[in-house]
């Protein structure tokens, strides 16, 4: 053994006078009936003298090729593994010469030795997974269609429900998303006809289709997905996905499933999705829903809280958290309780400053032990003194928090934009966004945020000019469009392209009620009540916030329907008592509730 770890410190002559002595040994050991063992020993199949000398140069070249490798030379080692494969027909020996190629992190080298393999046994499952999964790592999916479809027809049906279950991130790293989605379809036409794989065959299609931005492509595969398997989860979880994409038909979707029994998980993905569309009424529905059917659910009582303090139900709000508290704290893991009581803890801090009461605000956070290192933490300590005059303190406090990344730094800034708006210091919001912009110039929410922010400082001419930059730079950039309409149709200016902006925005956002409230909000300014009073009750059905209230309720007024208008006006004015344009709307009308 000495002798043998002796040759990492030999030279090249010293290595190959061994190499012909080791290769006489063996040799000559086989000939006395010592054969070789490990590889050698499975890869010899006859017993005849002729192979026991080939087991020996075999036996040879795998020691050989094992050592060189682990000295530091995995090339010339994987060489020599590959040539005794294919000298012994050997799948062991395959598989070794492509494990030291992976290793060495040579992706081209392990795809020869796997599709060598491949080509020697051609049924191996080994060898196939080996050459589709290596494919798939180098970027080629173009390549793996018919692997795809072996590795399926040589599994059971539970393997063939976790390969479908993997096939969308498998394909969906590839840099050409959409010929990864042909390309899986393709490996998968064994299957999408099955009763038992079909639907979740469908739903894989239908993510990558989605991945590549294959809308309509993608409601198809939903479809085909439920017309196999009709109460389908994980299709309607992908309809959900499309919902928040804007797409009027997967809605239709998800509102026929949910007509049934619904489990909590799909109603909490779709209260999710609603509050990311700020339709917090229909949110608040699913998510009371959820907390009727599964009142253990801890999750569902945190997001209702969340949604209910920004509701301005504080009462309620409070209940819900209790009952996070409750439901949470049963769980014996003492990290999981620490963060459902770090959670509850803002959030009734949260509660409390809403309430004015800043002293029981600051208790609350004085209660999360390790406070001081998080941000949330001490975002609500700068809010609380902001809250209180001292806004200086507050941007002095998030200034002081630790930066550990680029990430951290971004996240500061926009605290104190946030903090700037909040504290209606719209010329200072203005200059900190402009901060964010320069860290991260291709982002368009955040130049979008500075738009606004010139909008809410009077600089109109600014917001035009960044809005119109955005759109130029994204053309699916929504919510620009139907901002630059929307400041058009409140000014009454340019009506005639504030309705053609608007009308892209609700394009790109089918059905959204915000786009839909600022075209109603044109046709008012056109004249055109009776059109306006459609689309504003229905952007007010979907969400009840105070501008679409404020405008809905205006129109109400003009066509002399003031009870009406009365009644809107109250309904939103108790959620939200001081919105700015709710209140102006009533002042300028002249209206004392």
């Known amino acids: 053994m000495r002798f043998i770890l002796g040759l990492v410190s030999m030279d090249y002559y010293g290595l190959m006078v061994f190499n012909q002595i080791l290769r006489a040994v063996l040799l000559a050991s086989a000939v006395s009936g010592f054969g070789p063992f490990a590889y050698a020993q499975k890869a010899a199949s006859a017993p005849s003298s002729a192979s026991q ?3 020996a140069e075999l036996f040879y070249d795998v020691l050989l090729g094992e050592m060189i490798t682990r000295t530091g030379d995995p090339l010339t080692g994987y060489t020599l593994m590959l040539e005794a494969a294919r000298r012994s027909n050997s799948e062991q020996l395959y598989q070794r010469a492509v494990d030291i190629a992976l290793q060495s992190r ?13 080509a020697a046994h051609p049924q191996s499952r080994e060898a196939n997974r080996y050459v589709w999964q290596i494919l798939l790592a180098l970027n080629r999916p173009g390549e793996t ?7 399926l027809a040589q599994s059971t049906q539970e393997e063939q429900l976790s390969t479908l279950q993997r096939v969308p991130q498998m394909y969906g790293r590839a840099s050409d998303a959409a010929l990864a989605a042909r390309v899986a379809e393709e ?3 064994d ?5 038992q794989l079909g639907a979740a065959a469908w739903v894989a299609i239908g993510r990558l289709r989605l991945n590549a931005q294959d809308q309509a492509g993608t409601l198809m595969a939903i479809e085909a997905a439920l017309g196999l398997e009709p109460r389908n989860e994980d299709a309607v979880r992908l309809a959900i996905g499309l919902v928040s994409a804007g797409q009027p038909n997967a809605e239709l979707i998800v509102e026929k499933h949910l007509e049934g029994k619904a489990s909590a998980g799909v109603r909490m993905t779709y209260a999710r999705a609603l509050l990311e569309a700020k339709r917090y009424a229909e949110a608040d529905t699913q998510l009371a829903a959820v907390t009727e059917s599964e009142p253990g659910l801890a999750e569902a009582w945190l997001v209702l809280a969340q949604l209910q303090l920004q509701a301005n139900r504080l009462a309620q709000a409070e209940i819900s958290v209790q009952r996070f508290m409750d439901t949470s704290i049963k769980r014996k893991d003492d990290d999981e309780q620490e963060n459902t009581l770090r959670q509850a803890y803002l959030l009734l801090s949260k509660i409390a400053a809403q309430r ?12 999360i032990e390790g406070g001081e290192n998080l941000f949330a933490v001490q975002n ?9 005059g001292k806004l200086s303190q507050a941007r002095a406090l998030l200034r002081r928090i630790p930066e550990s990344s680029a990430d951290d730094a971004r996240l500061k800034l926009m605290a104190e934009v946030e903090l700037l708006r909040n504290q209606k210091q719209y010329e200072s919001a203005f200059e900190m966004q402009q901060k964010l912009v320069e860290l991260d110039p291709k982002n368009s929410e955040a130049l979008y945020t500075l738009a606004m922010l010139a909008e809410q400082n009077g600089a109109l001419g600014t917001m035009e000019r960044l809005l119109r930059q955005l759109i130029a730079r994204d053309p699916e950039f929504a919510h620009a469009y139907n901002a630059l309409g929307y400041s058009f149709a409140d000014r009454g200016i340019r009506l005639k392209e504030a309705k053609q902006l608007i009308n892209k925005a609700l394009e790109l956002l089918p059905g959204d009620p915000s786009v839909t409230d600022s075209l109603g909000w044109v046709e008012f300014r056109l004249g055109n009540k009776t059109e306006s009073l459609r689309l504003l009750q229905k952007a007010y059905a979907k969400n009840k916030e105070g501008e679409i209230a404020a405008h809905l309720g205006e129109v109400l007024w003009s066509l002399n329907d003031k009870d009406a208008a009365r009644a809107i006006w109250r309904e939103a004015l108790q959620a939200e008592p001081d919105h700015a344009v709710l209140r102006k709307t009533l002042q300028r009308l002249g209206v004392d509730l």
């Open 53 to 55: 000398g080939l087991d």
């Open 106 to 118: 040579s992706g081209e080298y392990a795809l020869t030795a796997a599709q060598a393999w491949k």
């Open 145 to 151: 269609a018919l692997l795809l479809r072996q590795e």
């Open 187 to 189: 490996g998968l036409q």
């Open 191 to 195: 299957v999408v006809s099955n009763t």
């Open 356 to 367: 004015g009461q800043y002293d029981a605000a600051q208790s609350w956070l004085d209660r």
């Open 380 to 388: 609500q300590r700068a809010q609380l003194l902001a809250g209180q």
